[in-house]
């Protein structure tokens, strides 16, 4: 009897924590999942209208509203530069070329006629500000034996022929005299009989007591000047531009592949291609429009233009040389006058000769 109720106490604590354990799991159970769902606000987007070209504008024409079209975007992606209005682009002048459908902004446009943005030259900005670029000869003389290379600075050396003219006739001095003959009965005017020597000077001679007329016996020889007129002018490029789609054909490099430092000897039966070098005739400088106007004149004045290399560190102020004269080189140097002498050399000189370089001729294997 006892084991029996013992067992019916176990069966009823059972059975009471099961029940609890029910209670407890249905007073902490989940909401059901047929509750409605909150949707998240999606904000309304406002549309706008920008300016696009209807058509391709070439550079420098004047848009009209025809040529004008317009798509709509988000007003968030609005960014500044951008036209809504096709009458604020109307009467403005294209300054680049705005192929149809691209939304024109305010960098694109110019109320001012001619102000168009050519894709131009890849040499034109180095130039800087205030200067102008004038090309002008070089031989292998007056260029620092080609030493000279873009961006480097140079200093401008001209040297000139001057002499006398008449103001009148702008012609040499002296002028040629000549014979008048008076006007006669039948003349209305005087005549030139005839043409005569240079005119002279009228001298009295001091061993004779007698008046001469001395005519000059050669033509007036010109002076010779050089002095130096520009300092610290910038070297744009050497030698000419290539065109589009061309190679540098006149820089200081052969036109084949240089030999290595150990020649490669050549299969018998067969001759080396010759190497020929181009050298440049001609050089770029960046200079103000005043001295670009003056290197213009010197070059078809006939004057010599000679270039010499500056160290780029080099940037004092400029010391403006005495000229070069010959009273300067006789006075300055101490150079004395050769003394009029019994004897002479042989064969008679009258004219300094240049003397002949190795390197003048380009020699090919």
């Given at each position: 009897?006892?084991?029996?109720?013992?067992?019916?106490?176990?069966?009823?604590?059972?059975?009471?924590?099961?029940?609890?354990?029910?209670?407890?799991?249905?007073?902490?159970?989940?909401?059901?999942?047929?509750?409605?769902?909150?949707?998240?606000?999606?904000?309304?987007?406002?549309?706008?209208?920008?300016?696009?070209?209807?058509?391709?504008?070439?550079?420098?024409?004047?848009?009209?509203?025809?040529?004008?079209?317009?798509?709509?975007?988000?007003?968030?992606?609005?960014?500044?530069?951008?036209?809504?209005?096709?009458?604020?682009?109307?009467?403005?002048?294209?300054?680049?070329?705005?192929?149809?459908?691209?939304?024109?902004?305010?960098?694109?446009?110019?109320?001012?006629?001619?102000?168009?943005?050519?894709?131009?030259?890849?040499?034109?900005?180095?130039?800087?500000?205030?200067?102008?670029?004038?090309?002008?000869?070089?031989?292998?003389?007056?260029?620092?034996?080609?030493?000279?290379?873009?961006?480097?600075?140079?200093?401008?050396?001209?040297?000139?022929?001057?002499?006398?003219?008449?103001?009148?006739?702008?012609?040499?001095?002296p002028n040629l005299s000549a014979g008048i003959t008076a006007p006669g009965p039948d003349q209305l005017v005087a005549q030139i009989?005839?043409?005569?020597?240079?005119?002279?000077?009228?001298?009295?001679?001091?061993?004779?007591?007698?008046?001469?007329?001395?005519?000059?016996?050669?033509?007036?020889?010109?002076?010779?000047?050089?002095?130096?007129?520009?300092?610290?002018?910038?070297?744009?490029?050497?030698?000419?531009?290539?065109?589009?789609?061309?190679?540098?054909?006149?820089?200081?490099?052969?036109?084949?592949?240089?030999?290595?430092?150990?020649?490669?000897?050549?299969?018998?039966?067969?001759?080396?291609?010759?190497?020929?070098?181009?050298?440049?005739?001609?050089?770029?400088?960046?200079?103000?429009?005043?001295?670009?106007?003056?290197?213009?004149?010197?070059?078809?004045?006939?004057?010599?233009?000679?270039?010499?290399?500056?160290?780029?560190?080099?940037?004092?102020?400029?010391?403006?040389?005495?000229?070069?004269?010959?009273?300067?080189?006789?006075?300055?140097?101490?150079?004395?006058?050769?003394?009029?002498?019994?004897?002479?050399?042989?064969?008679?000189?009258?004219?300094?000769?240049?003397?002949?370089?190795?390197?003048?001729?380009?020699?090919?294997?």
């Amino acid at each position: 009897m006892k084991r029996g109720r013992i067992f019916i106490y176990l069966a009823l604590i059972v059975i009471i924590a099961v029940a609890a354990g029910a209670g407890y799991l249905w007073m902490h159970r989940t909401p059901a999942t047929n509750q409605p769902v909150a949707t998240p606000v999606v904000p309304q987007t406002t549309l706008v209208d920008i300016v696009t070209a209807g058509q391709n504008i070439t550079p420098g024409t004047l848009i009209t509203e025809a040529m004008l079209s317009s798509i709509q975007i988000p007003d968030t992606a609005l960014v500044q530069g951008l036209f809504t209005n096709k009458a604020d682009v109307a009467n403005m002048y294209a300054k680049y070329l705005i192929a149809q459908g691209v939304p024109i902004m305010d960098s694109m446009v110019s109320a001012t006629a001619g102000n168009v943005n050519l894709p131009g030259s890849t040499w034109a900005p180095f130039i800087p500000q205030g200067l102008t670029a004038v090309a002008i000869p070089i031989t292998r003389l007056s260029s620092v034996a080609y030493g000279i290379r873009d961006g480097d600075y140079v200093d401008v050396i001209v040297t000139m022929l001057l002499v006398d003219v008449d103001p009148t006739n702008q012609s040499i001095l002296p002028n040629l005299s000549a014979g008048i003959t008076a006007p006669g009965p039948d003349q209305l005017v005087a005549q030139i009989s005839s043409v005569g020597s240079r005119a002279g000077n009228a001298t009295l001679d001091q061993t004779l007591n007698q008046p001469l007329y001395l005519v000059p016996s050669e033509e007036q020889r010109p002076r010779l000047v050089t002095q130096m007129i520009m300092q610290n002018i910038q070297v744009l490029h050497v030698g000419s531009f290539p065109l589009p789609g061309e190679v540098a054909s006149d820089q200081l490099s052969p036109s084949t592949s240089a030999a290595v430092a150990t020649a490669t000897p050549t299969p018998a039966g067969q001759t080396t291609a010759p190497v020929v070098i181009t050298r440049p005739d001609i050089i770029t400088l960046m200079v103000s429009p005043d001295d670009a106007n003056t290197l213009v004149y010197l070059v078809y004045s006939g004057a010599k233009i000679t270039l010499t290399l500056r160290n780029p560190n080099n940037t004092g102020p400029a010391v403006k040389p005495d000229s070069a004269t010959l009273e300067y080189l006789l006075t300055q140097y101490d150079i004395p006058v050769p003394a009029k002498l019994q004897y002479a050399v042989q064969p008679r000189l009258d004219t300094l000769l240049d003397p002949t370089l190795p390197n003048d001729k380009t020699t090919t294997p």
